[in-house]
């Protein structure tokens, strides 16, 4: 019930320098240069000399009750397990139903995020898929976002991409409409998550919506947005103009290589052209399919996307393109939390939820806090799902 971190070097994400933290129960009760505890209170101590501390990591783009299909039923992917979580860092999950929205349904994706809360992390959902009519659970999305506690939003809707339903500005406004006010009704963010392929229309279509309507640009979180170079050069337009954007982490070598620019390089690229920091964020489409297609959109192969990529590519700016530590975090941890208004999130604070990770001197994840529950210590994977 009661857990010390003693001496860790905090970013919480912003750098406080070496103090303890002491747990209590699922939340922090207080961080300060020196916690001890009555030797009649029985405690845990975690000894974190040398280490560094930082808010738990939040994904918010996993399919997490598998994706994909796009070559047919044998390549539906796997549904996300506890551990490929929590061994990542990653205690917070966003779900969604990407191209698959008739056998990947809303009571599944709901089910499946009770699941791992009941496992011990936090999860939450968007409402609907590619697809346009948005195929909600109670058939309107205001209406989820307000009757069912685990929706927070809508998507993710694919534009700019030969899978899309290829919606219009006019269905796009009512969308972002509905979930905006599902969203004020409910005190729930009401973003509205967006699929970005790699159409030579890129963004058009949201900053049609923006200009033409009354819907605040910070309605949208765009996401795959270093997907090619021309789509990151369109983004970073966007995000001047101040949208969010989101850069996926899992890839292949064949992407790389045909012009998708890498999250660490992306996130850097993106700070010196002058996006603030607090509009990006990474997310890891972790169990999505990476499809290949050929020129004529016939599919060609696949790959099965990965959460453990997410803090892998804040590593990687950290260490290999030198983006300050507190910057890096951000992008997986306030930032998503204040977009999505997850308000006991992303952050190392007094009362905010114990989420907490420990990294080593070479910035990989040792120790793990999920809701004050010591998920993974000295990176082995203390607590399983169910059937691992």
């Given at each position: 019930?009661?857990?010390?971190?003693?001496?860790?070097?905090?970013?919480?994400?912003?750098?406080?320098?070496?103090?303890?933290?002491?747990?209590?129960?699922?939340?922090?009760?207080?961080?300060?240069?020196?916690?001890?505890?009555?030797?009649?209170?029985?405690?845990?101590?975690?000894?974190?000399?040398?280490?560094?501390?930082?808010?738990?990591?939040?994904?918010?783009?996993?399919?997490?009750?598998?994706?994909?299909?796009?070559?047919?039923?044998?390549?539906?992917?796997?549904?996300?397990?506890?551990?490929?979580?929590?061994?990542?860092?990653?205690?917070?999950?966003?779900?969604?139903?990407?191209?698959?929205?008739?056998?990947?349904?809303?009571?599944?994706?709901?089910?499946?995020?009770?699941?791992?809360e009941e496992e011990g992390i936090t999860c939450y959902v968007h409402t609907g898929?590619?697809?346009v009519p948005v195929k909600t659970l109670t058939g309107k999305i205001e209406d989820?976002?307000?009757?069912?506690?685990?929706?927070?939003?809508?998507?993710?809707?694919?534009?700019?991409?030969?899978?899309?339903?290829?919606?219009?500005?006019?269905?796009?406004?009512?969308?972002?409409?509905?979930?905006?006010?599902?969203?004020?009704?409910?005190?729930?963010?009401?973003?509205?998550?967006?699929?970005?392929?790699?159409?030579?229309?890129?963004?058009?279509?949201?900053?049609?919506?923006?200009?033409?309507?009354?819907?605040?640009?910070?309605?949208?979180?765009?996401?795959?947005?270093?997907?090619?170079?021309?789509?990151?050069?369109?983004?970073?337009?966007?995000?001047?103009?101040?949208?969010?954007?989101?850069?996926?982490?899992?890839?292949?070598?064949?992407?790389?290589?045909?012009?998708?620019?890498?999250?660490?390089?992306?996130?850097?690229?993106?700070?010196?052209?002058?996006?603030?920091?607090?509009?990006?964020?990474?997310?890891?489409?972790?169990?999505?399919?990476?499809?290949?297609?050929?020129?004529?959109?016939?599919?060609?192969?696949?790959?099965?996307?990965?959460?453990?990529?997410?803090?892998?590519?804040?590593?990687?700016?950290?260490?290999?393109?030198?983006?300050?530590?507190?910057?890096?975090?951000?992008?997986?941890?306030?930032?998503?939390?204040?977009?999505?208004?997850?308000?006991?999130?992303?952050?190392?604070?007094?009362?905010?939820?114990?989420?907490?990770?420990?990294?080593?001197?070479?910035?990989?994840?040792?120790?793990?806090?999920?809701?004050?529950?010591?998920?993974?210590?000295?990176?082995?994977?203390?607590?399983?799902?169910?059937?691992?």
């Open positions: 019930m009661f857990t010390i971190i003693r001496n860790a070097e905090i970013y919480n994400p912003d750098h406080l320098g070496k103090k303890d933290v002491l747990i209590a129960f699922s939340k922090i009760a207080m961080i300060d240069e020196r916690i001890e505890l009555p030797e009649d209170i029985p405690h845990n101590v975690i000894e974190a000399d040398g280490k560094l501390l930082f808010p738990g990591f939040i994904d918010s783009h996993v399919h997490i009750m598998g994706g994909g299909g796009e070559g047919s039923y044998r390549t539906r992917t796997p549904e996300l397990t506890l551990s490929q979580a929590t061994s990542s860092g990653v205690t917070t999950l966003i779900g969604v139903i990407g191209t698959d929205g008739t056998t990947r349904t809303m009571p599944d994706l709901i089910a499946k995020a009770r699941g791992l898929s590619y697809q989820d976002l307000i009757l069912i506690d685990r929706v927070i939003g809508a998507g993710e809707i694919a534009i700019s991409d030969h899978r899309s339903s290829q919606p219009t500005v006019e269905e796009m406004a009512k969308i972002a409409s509905a979930a905006r006010i599902g969203g004020m009704l409910s005190g729930k963010a009401g973003i509205v998550n967006i699929h970005v392929g790699d159409s030579p229309t890129k963004l058009a279509l949201l900053e049609e919506v923006v200009e033409t309507t009354d819907i605040p640009i910070k309605t949208f979180h765009p996401t795959h947005i270093n997907r090619t170079e021309e789509l990151f050069r369109s983004g970073l337009d966007y995000a001047k103009k101040g949208g969010y954007i989101d850069f996926t982490t899992s890839t292949i070598p064949q992407f790389l290589e045909e012009g998708e620019v890498k999250c660490s390089t992306g996130l850097k690229r993106a700070l010196e052209a002058g996006v603030p920091v607090e509009q990006i964020t990474f997310t890891s489409d972790g169990q999505a399919s990476l499809p290949a297609f050929d020129a004529n959109g016939e599919f060609e192969g696949l790959q099965i996307g990965t959460v453990a990529s997410l803090y892998k590519e804040v590593r990687d700016a950290i260490v290999e393109d030198g983006v300050p530590i507190s910057d890096a975090i951000k992008v997986i941890t306030k930032n998503p939390a204040s977009l999505l208004r997850l308000k006991d999130k992303g952050e190392i604070a007094v009362e905010k939820d114990a989420d907490l990770v420990l990294v080593n001197k070479g910035f990989e994840v040792d120790t793990v806090f999920a809701k004050g529950q010591l998920m993974v210590e000295n990176k082995e994977v203390l607590v399983k799902g169910t059937f691992e």
